[in-house]
């Protein structure tokens, strides 16, 4: 038994011309801002970077400081101390996310 090959006139993807897409974006301005903010970015670092050096600079802090030498109590507080961080940075996106919410709300009244 044999199958049939099924023959289209439609053009598939590789046999396409393009041109007359590209001559129409070509008219269109090109957006060349960035996809994400430069403060998102700051603000990531900064939690990256209190994330690193937050619970290993409270361990080795009260390491000798508060705790004379129990290692256990330490790791549990620079673990305390990651988790507040993470959550800190949780809070901030959701607040961020809030703000631009409420932007686009109040810039849609404004149009209306």
């Known amino acids: 038994m044999t199958s049939r090959r099924v023959i289209s006139k439609e053009k598939n993807i590789l046999e396409k011309d393009d041109r007359t897409e590209l ?3 070509a008219s ?3 957006n060349i801002a960035p996809a994400v ?3 998102v ?4 670092l900064g939690f990256t970077a209190a ?4 619970p290993i600079g409270t361990y080795y802090l009260t390491l000798q400081t508060i705790f004379r030498g129990s290692s256990t109590l330490a790791g549990a507080t620079a673990a305390i101390m990651a988790n507040v961080i993470l959550v ?3 809070v901030v996106a959701m607040k961020e996310d809030q703000s631009e919410r409420l932007a ?5 009244r404004k149009g209306e």
Do not use: Q
């Not at 970015?41 to 990531?44: A, G, R």
């Not at 994330?51 to 937050?54: D, E, H, I, L, N």
């Open 28 to 30: 269109e301005k090109s």
């Open 41 to 44: 970015i700051y603000k990531l």
């Open 37 to 39: 903010p430069a403060a």
């Open 23 to 25: 001559t129409s974006r």
């Open 51 to 54: 994330m690193v050096g937050g």
């Open 88 to 90: 800190a940075y949780i």
């Open 104 to 108: 686009a709300e109040e810039k849609a």
